[in-house]
């Protein structure tokens, strides 16, 4: 039988930076999806200025970014920084969610609603928003397209939390159902995904902002 060991990855190296968002001003605890209208906080603000700053010294070409205010919020310091515009990607958008509009967390009762029972039947998938599977596919999507924007260089494509924890576990061979409590995925946190030519090669996780709560409010 012949040789079946890959060869190489050749290319040019491009680092692609898949950057959470930072906290939103969120003072009802909803869940708000993509509901338009959700802007940083003053908090969030300063969290995209430090990773603006954290990124200074780094050759990026473009800022990519999902539709929704609080991802062009964030990205704005990054791209004035680097003089480039923000392109937007809807690729990059959060999930979907039947959820949006609602307060939906631990201790809040609502798992003893029987109207939202029938959303909940199935976690794998999920049941009550977009399939984890088309999350991975969209934003893999627009991580190449990102990383055809500029060869050899570094992007940055801002989006949120359960898109881009998705996204990694994808990339790295693991289910992609899980526990949301377990995401390693801060607020204004980056996943650089390092491609050699078009072949992953690589992938670092920063919280150059500082830790944050999987599952807190303003996420």
Not at 33 to 52: E, F, M, N
Not at 125 to 137: D, R
Not at 192 to 206: D, W
Request: aromatic letters at 6%.
């Amino acid at each position: 039988m012949g040789d079946r060991t890959s060869p190489p990855a050749s290319g040019p190296v491009t680092v692609v930076h898949v950057l959470r968002h930072g906290e939103v001003h969120n003072p009802e605890g909803v869940l708000y999806g993509r509901i338009p209208g959700y802007h940083l906080s003053d908090h969030g603000r300063a969290q995209a200025k430090t990773v603006a700053a954290y990124l200074d010294g780094d050759d990026v070409a473009a800022v990519v970014a999902s539709p929704l205010q609080r991802a062009q919020e964030t990205a704005r310091p990054i791209a004035d920084a680097h003089g480039v515009d923000i392109h937007t990607d809807e690729g990059l958008i959060e999930s979907g969610n039947l959820f949006e509009g609602k307060r939906f967390g631990v201790g809040d009762g609502a798992l003893k609603r029987p109207q939202v029972w029938r959303l909940l039947r199935d976690p794998f998938t999920p049941s009550w928003g977009e399939p984890y599977l088309a999350i991975a596919h969209r934003m893999l999507g627009a991580v190449h397209a990102a990383r055809a924007l500029a060869p050899g260089r570094e992007v940055v494509c801002v989006s949120h939390q359960l898109p881009i924890w998705t996204l990694r576990r994808y990339l790295t061979g693991q289910r992609l159902w899980h526990d949301p409590r377990r995401r390693q995925c801060a607020l204004a946190s980056l996943t650089s995904i390092e491609f050699t030519g078009t072949r992953m090669t690589g992938l670092r996780y920063a919280e150059p902002a500082g830790p944050s709560g999987a599952m807190v409010t303003g996420a």
